[in-house]
């Protein structure tokens, strides 16, 4: 089975402060990986997603994330975040050659101060 | 359409009545997948349809929660008899393609059991 755990679960920053959102995962074989958001009172946004290719991913927003196998992990950056960037962040994984459904984790609170 | 429709956007209903949830996907898409966002938490998955077969409903919480999606298109999902433990933000999501390309997300669906 996959799992999906995001540590990190209220974030509060300052306006140019960098980010970097922590999310592990636990699964067998190979793995699709995602980051979504969900801004106040609208619905989840793909930020961005790995399938394969580099593990280094840009999205939207100056966001970024790094896959990295060895850690199981998909951490979520930026290196300069605004206020607009207050939202939850939720990280998902799906297995790529077995079970199609994405499972998320719990999210994180962002809330930038300006 | 251009995205994901759900409705109602809210719905509130006493314990014990029976409510219907509408999803309705970006068009062509293939694979139509529900999700149950408790506060706090990330989408926990209900079931998911490929065309009008339903795939996987390990999700379900008990037989009181069903779902459809008869012609492939539009999806209902049914709580029977609700309580008030029921009450959550209820998601949809569709993508191209049973490998998940291009999933996205409607702006759900948030009941009210009273």
């Known amino acids: 089975a996959q799992s999906v755990s995001q540590h990190n679960h209220h974030v509060i920053l300052s306006e140019a402060a960098s980010l970097e959102l922590g999310c592990n995962y636990s699964?067998?074989?190979?793995?699709?990986l995602f980051w979504y958001v969900q801004y106040p009172g609208q619905h989840l946004q793909l930020l961005l997603k790995?399938?394969?290719?580099?593990?280094l991913v840009k999205g939207i927003k100056g966001f970024e994330a790094e896959f990295i196998k060895s850690k199981f992990s998909f951490n979520l950056r930026k290196p300069s975040v605004q206020w607009s960037d207050t939202a939850e962040y939720f990280c998902?994984?799906?297995?790529?050659?077995?079970?199609?459904?994405?499972?998320f984790g719990r999210g994180t609170s962002l809330i930038v101060h300006p | 359409g251009a995205g994901v429709s759900q409705s109602p956007r809210y719905k509130v209903t006493k314990r014990g009545q029976d409510v219907a949830l509408r999803c309705d996907p970006i068009?062509?898409?293939?694979?139509l997948y529900w999700y149950r966002q408790a506060l706090g938490q990330g989408p926990e998955f209900l079931t998911y349809?490929?065309?009008?077969?339903?795939?996987?409903k390990s999700g379900l919480p008990n037989d009181r929660f069903s779902a459809e999606r008869p012609e492939g298109s539009i999806s209902t999902l049914t709580i029977q008899r609700t309580e008030q433990r029921d009450s959550a933000m209820y998601r949809c999501?569709?993508?191209?393609?049973?490998?998940?390309?291009?999933?996205?997300f409607g702006s759900g669906t948030r009941l009210t059991v009273v």
């Open positions: 999501a569709s993508s191209f393609n049973q490998e998940g390309y291009g999933y996205t």
């Open positions: 699964y067998g074989g190979t793995v699709n």
């Open positions: 790995y399938f394969s290719g580099d593990p």
């Open positions: 998902a994984v799906k297995g790529s050659g077995g079970s199609y459904i994405p499972t």
């Open positions: 068009s062509g898409h293939v694979s």
């Open positions: 349809f490929n065309y009008e077969a339903q795939q996987d």
